[in-house]
């Protein structure tokens, strides 16, 4: 694809000119802070479009990498050149994987913004956004000063507390006292009678154990069909627990010469999954492709034999669906 070998012109060079589109370059952003976040640096693709630009350096490139003949490479680029305005033509944007995304303005201008290409970012490998912490001004608590008590008005009160603490205590003890003897005589009876109850229960306890027997067998009876019961209630909230559907017979595997329609691309499986199910994308029998050498979950709703008639059904779709060649 055009675009890979741009990114791979651009780790040789600082920029690749591309006849009849404009300049790609490799420009260096500095760490920022945002909001209290500090983000690394990185390398991002700049495009600068100019209709009248010439270059025959990239197509060099390309006819030496891929190994065909100079006429052929200029082929290939002009074909690209035509598939790219014929596209904006009918779409407002086009996506391109791990490269960026094309526009058009008004004016007729090509406008391109960049990904984090990740093969431009090697020497910023395994750096993350830094949350700090702002700095906050640290108040001096006030210091109150303490009241000035007199001395003696302080032991006063302190001895009238002391006194009101032994004179309730006096009381409490002398009315727990009192309680005691005149309940004596309850509390005997109540003992008295307990003891006479727990013997009436133990020669019970015989009769009793028939019917535990007759009970317990009744209950072994019931239990199977509960359990059974149970288990049937998990499975039904087993199978309601989501609403996305199954994976097993959603992947396309990938073939050359097709034109796909993509409806949105992905990094992880359920993203795409529950895109389908929320846009509804089910009546386009929507599937999942599959490239070997491409580990995005792209969102396929349309296959077709040849690039117009998948342009056209995208376009009428949606305008923000593109072609996968």
Known sequence: MITSIIIRALLEENSVIITGLGTFSVKKLPSTIKDDIVYPPQNIIEFEYSKDIEGFDFVSKLSKWEQIRIDEAQARISEWLNLLEQGLEHNKSLFFDDFGTFSKEPSGKIVFQSMLVSQLNVENEGFEPVYI??????????????????????????????????FWAVISVTVLFLTALFLKDTFIQWTQSNFVKNEAIVETEEDEIDTTAYISNIEEDITPEIVAHDNENVENKNNTATNLPESKDIYLPYQSGKYYVIAGSFTKEEDALRHIKQKKLEKYHAKIIVQPDNPRKRVCVGVFDNEKDAINFAAQTDKNYWVLK
């Open 133 to 166: 912490l702002s700095q906050k001004k640290v108040q001096k608590p006030q210091i109150m000063e303490e009241p000035v008590i007199d001395k003696r008005i302080a032991l006063v009160k302190k001895s009238k507390k002391r006194d009101n603490f032994w």
